[in-house]
């Protein structure tokens, strides 16, 4: 009789274990919901009355991950292996006015639409990005990122911001065919979150119809009051970093 209520017991602990998580998978699911967007990305632009006399406005090519997206990486230790996830959309809106003649940059809100972000686990500390055997299942981080962390299933967290207050490092002149090493300083926002921060940005003046670049920082969560969930115990995911790598590569044409 032992052995039988130990076993029933046993059973019953198993499944409401079961029970448990696939109800918490389902709410997850519920709460996620879909990575459509409610609307195109379309980042505010820099006012003609703001502009240099004769200036060119260039705008980023979105919906072309050849061409822009936005990136984050972060570490994660998951099954006792160290990994890097990283993040992508292309989902990115921006704009930049150039003027030739007075030699000035001046850099147009960013904006992203977070709820568009993919994930995969990639091998750490390899030279080639290859998928990590370990990984868990992208779409189930997907989904926990729109849900708990990022919160971008929310419509009043879908999209985060970054507008630029200054540039430094302009040259005095420039043309066709130079590279810009600039600082943006500006205010980065995402969910209800605002946190000043540099990034470091590379522009490639392609010609004077088209302008190409890169833009990197590092963050910590903490600056946004992002918590990550289902970190350490007898979760499978021991530890994830606390900095995070932004990234930004664009294409811009003139308009």
Do not use: C
């Not at 979150?193 to 540099?198: A, D, I, L, N």
């Amino acid at each position: 009789m032992k052995k039988k209520t130990i076993y029933s017991l046993l059973f019953a602990v198993a499944g409401v274990v079961l029970v448990v998580a696939v109800g918490l998978r389902i709410y997850t699911g519920y709460r996620a919901g879909t990575a459509e967007p409610t609307r195109a990305v379309e980042a505010e632009r820099i006012q003609p009355e703001d502009r240099t006399l004769g200036s060119i406005e260039y705008r980023v090519v979105s919906g072309d991950a050849e061409q822009s997206q936005a990136r984050f990486l972060i570490d994660e230790v998951i099954f006792n292996r160290e990994t890097e996830v990283e993040g992508t959309t292309d989902q990115i809106d921006g704009s930049f006015v150039l003027s030739f003649e007075q030699g000035t940059v001046d850099v147009g809100q960013f904006e992203i639409n977070m709820r568009s972000i993919r994930t995969r686990t990639v091998d750490f500390h390899l030279e080639d990005v290859r998928p990590s055997s370990s990984s868990l299942s992208d779409s189930e981080r997907d989904r926990v990122i729109r849900a708990y962390i990022l919160e971008s299933a929310r419509d009043e967290f879908e999209f985060a911001t970054f507008d630029p207050r200054s540039v430094s490092g302009t040259p005095d002149s420039f043309a066709p065919g130079d590279r810009l090493d600039l600082v943006v300083t500006g205010d980065l926002r995402i969910r209800d979150v605002t946190s000043s921060v540099s990034f470091d940005m590379e522009v490639f003046i392609d010609s004077e119809e088209r302008i190409s670049g890169s833009a990197t920082t590092t963050i910590l969560w903490d600056d946004f009051d992002i918590s990550i969930p289902y970190v350490g115990g007898r979760s499978s995911i021991a530890s994830v970093g606390e900095q995070v790598e932004l990234e930004l590569s664009f294409v811009a044409e003139a308009m």
